[in-house]
């Protein structure tokens, strides 16, 4: 497989054709940086050459300005004493880390872009494992925000944080974006708190506005709560979409380009993904990988069992099977035709796949074999031998050919970014005692879904439907309320 993949790869290879920085590095620090390519056999995209081209820039900004740097120390003294300077040397966007390994990667992914399109230096709040699931990103430096950050409690902040840009507008701190800009004059805080969970208010939403962006520009320190993938909202500000233009022509492997880019699993976790993959999925002819979000409390669920196999026989992901008693055909090659890896947190929905094909006879003939790494039973999140599996597991599902998965579920685009594939999405029946029909379908992109998304319309100022005014910005088939990239 190892060698399948090497000469497979249509591009220079494992670099991801320059997405990833040559040097800077010890390769042995991090073997995922310079294996992964070669596990996968789908190549993916391109990278444009100002995507290549900025992220060696940002990597230079990172080096100037990140922790342990004169810059760095400026910028805190700055921090300390509370108010923006005129014009900073350094800006920074420190992503706070909270809920899944899934949610937790979108939000780095989303702060990341935003540092991108606004040269601010990323740095990533380490709590919740975050400083124990990946390698480090940038050459000679690091994206870890150091302890003793002097905002205390930062991560604890919630929607009424007084610090919130949101809050700060609306008790009239600083003006609105609009207000605001006749009078850019008013000095402005050092720091600022951009809350965009999923209860985030109106005014927190001004931050996907122009005029609000101009201001934002000139806070020295941000710091982004989203458990969200909030990317299609950074498409709706003007002012950012030349940019992006040049960076992503295709604007459907926006995710596909960061996560790549940014998430190297560490040694740990990398021997979970290579040593499961060498045993259980090397081999096969074709792996078809199935993601089964459930939640430790639900019952097992025997329609959510038929939606699976509903979904992977109607659309030939997997062969049907024939009756009990049907005279079953001779194998059609020993070698294991179809490895499917189910993820899931319980091991229920595996245990009946993997008896139904070995009970019966595939009607094509083909062998299938069926593995599932864990079971955790319970999320819990945070726990460090829980996370690793549950991004090894990530991992290993973008290493799928084929790839179905729950709909709503930040593990699985996580898992369709990384890997590249439009994903067959199996939706959350409206009645769960009834199975959907249909019971998935294909995905239009490979982008994570925007689930709660600014409903808002800067310009007039007044609620709308935004997917109305921006081509490339869709409903998402499994959220309909949110907004994905096609
Ligand atoms: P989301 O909640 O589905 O959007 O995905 P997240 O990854 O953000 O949060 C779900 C968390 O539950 C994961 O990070 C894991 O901790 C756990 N979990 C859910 N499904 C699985 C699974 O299939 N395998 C493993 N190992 N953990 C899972």
Not at 398 to 418: E, H, N, P, R
């Amino acid at each position: 497989s190892f060698l399948h993949a090497r000469s497979s790869s249509a591009y220079a290879g494992r670099l991801y054709g320059g997405l990833l920085a040559d040097g800077g590095f010890d390769e042995e620090s991090c073997h995922s940086r310079y294996q992964s390519a070669m596990y996968r056999r789908n190549p993916g995209r391109r990278p444009s050459p100002y995507l290549t081209s900025k992220l060696r820039r940002h990597e230079a900004l990172q080096r100037r300005c990140g922790p342990g740097t004169a810059a760095y120390s400026n910028a805190l003294e700055q921090l300390r004493s509370g108010a923006s300077a005129a014009s900073p040397e350094c800006k920074y966007m420190v992503s706070i880390s909270y809920r899944g390994v899934g949610n937790r990667i979108l939000a780095a992914a989303s702060a990341f872009l935003y540092a991108l399109l606004t040269d601010r230096v990323l740095l990533i709040d380490p709590s919740n494992e975050m400083d124990a699931l990946f390698c480090e990103p940038f050459p000679n430096t690091t994206w870890l925000l150091p302890p003793g950050f002097p905002v205390a409690n930062y991560t604890r902040f919630r929607v009424d944080a007084a610090e919130s840009y949101g809050n700060m507008v609306k008790n009239k701190v600083i003006g609105s974006g609009s207000e605001a800009a006749g009078v850019s004059a008013a000095p402005l805080p050092a720091f600022a708190y951009v809350h965009l969970n999923y209860d985030a208010t109106v005014e927190d939403y001004y931050f996907f506005c122009d005029d609000d962006q101009r201001q934002l520009r000139r806070i020295q320190w941000l710091a982004m709560r989203t458990d969200s993938y909030i990317v299609p909202g950074l498409f709706l500000v003007q002012a950012f979409q030349g940019v992006l233009d040049l960076m992503f022509p295709e604007r459907d492997a926006v995710f596909h380009h960061l996560g790549r880019y940014l998430f190297h699993p560490n040694n740990h976790v990398w021997g979970l993904v290579t040593r499961y993959y060498e045993a259980y999925l090397a081999a096969a002819k074709q792996r078809v990988g199935i993601q089964v979000r459930v939640f430790g409390a639900v019952p097992d669920s025997p329609e959510l069992l038929e939606q699976i196999v509903a979904c992977t026989q109607k659309h030939g992901l997997l062969p049907e099977v024939l009756a009990e008693e049907a005279e079953p055909m001779a194998l059609a090659s020993r070698a294991r035709s179809k490895a499917v890896l189910v993820t899931s947190l319980k091991s229920w929905y595996y245990e009946k796949l993997k008896s139904m094909y070995w009970e019966r006879a595939t009607a094509t003939g083909e062998a299938v074999d069926v593995h599932q790494p864990s079971h955790e039973e319970y999320q819990r999140s945070g726990a460090r031998s829980h996370d690793h599996k549950a991004w090894a597991e990530i991992f290993l599902l973008s290493l799928t050919d084929v790839l179905v998965t729950s709909g709503m579920s930040t593990f699985g685009y996580v898992a369709q970014g990384l890997g590249g594939v439009r994903p067959w999405v199996m939706y959350k029946p409206t009645n769960s005692s009834a199975v959907p029909d249909p019971p998935c379908g294909r995905d239009v992109s490979m982008e994570p879904c925007f689930h709660k998304p600014p409903s808002y319309d800067c310009r007039r100022r007044q609620w709308a439907d935004i997917s109305e005014d921006v081509p490339y910005v869709q409903h998402c088939d499994d959220a309909i309320w949110g907004l994905k990239l096609v």
